[in-house]
């Protein structure tokens, strides 16, 4: 399949444990009766969001052999999504994630050495096949050694391809004096409000918002029930969300982001864009995990009107 948007990074088997009746802590058991096992991350939120609203999506990742029969990773191919250009790790098992919700909130406790050294998958003769034939590539990893990775971007926009990242939390790489050569590659980057006070050493939203448009083209920082702000061409523009009833909230910056690209790649303005992200970002937080809960794009134009 020719994919217009390439969803490249970690995916992870997401363990979500929600509804509890009081926060976990060292020592105590905490019961619950809802649980849920879903495909997590960036890579499958961003991607099963972007192509539930009818996006031509792919994703590039490394699992485990082990993923080819597991429910999770196969919703993927079931959704759509092309996996053909995923390596397959006979060495390491899929990334797991443990996520426990409580009153809005979340804790996560993760396996991931399967995700060292991703970009070594940029290499590969299928990966490269596929970037060829895509419009866009949003990065969902953590991207160091910095200078390796910058390259790496230079290298994806020159063959055409734009570029976004989410870089997650990560203070070694969000508080380094070489991010920005990072994200001059970028046309946007989708921090949330403590990443983006943390990339800029910025206490303000705004101010913070302004200081990555010196480097991302339009940074957009995601602000929760808030809504999001985002910086371009010099102009700052603030876009409120909807109102929904919170289960879980992970992912639901994931889910913003492939309602965000899926308005880009469909040649939205930019408020539109951040419109379709917030709603995408509210509704995951309806249900456990950032992609158990995806608009249809009909439902999402009509939530969208009311922003």
Known sequence: MSAELV???EF??????????????????VKTA????????GVATTAL??????????VVTRVGEEARHNPAWLRLEQSGIATTSCEY??????????????????????????????????????????????????????????????????????????????LGWNPNVLQSAKLPSLLRHCEFTFPNEVEAKTMTGESSVERAARKLSMSARVPVIKLGQ????????GRLRKIRSIKVKSVDATGAGDAFNGGFLHGYLSGWSLEDCLRAGNVCGA???????????????SKMLRMMKRI
């Open 7 to 9: 969803v490249f990074g």
């Open 12 to 29: 992870f088997l997401d363990l979500v444990f929600y509804r509890l009746p009081m926060p976990p802590s060292m020592g105590k058991e």
């Open 34 to 41: 809802f649980f849920a096992e879903i495909p997590g991350g």
């Open 49 to 58: 969001i972007a192509a539930g609203l009818g996006t031509k999506t792919a």
């Open 89 to 166: 790790s006979s060495k390491f098992s899929t990334a797991l994630t443990v996520c426990a919700a409580h009153d809005g909130e979340r804790m996560m406790i993760t396996h991931d050495p399967i995700n060292r050294e991703l970009h070594k998958l940029l290499a590969r003769d299928a990966v490269r096949k596929q970037l060829s034939k895509a419009k866009h590539v949003h990065l969902a990893c953590t991207p160091a050694p910095i200078e390796l990775w910058a390259s790496r971007l230079r290298a994806l926009r020159s063959l055409g391809l734009t570029v976004s990242t989410d």
């Open 226 to 233: 808030d809504g999001c702000i985002a910086v371009q061409n």
């Open 283 to 297: 509704m995951a937080t309806t249900s456990a995990g950032g992609s158990s809960a995806i608009p249809s794009r």
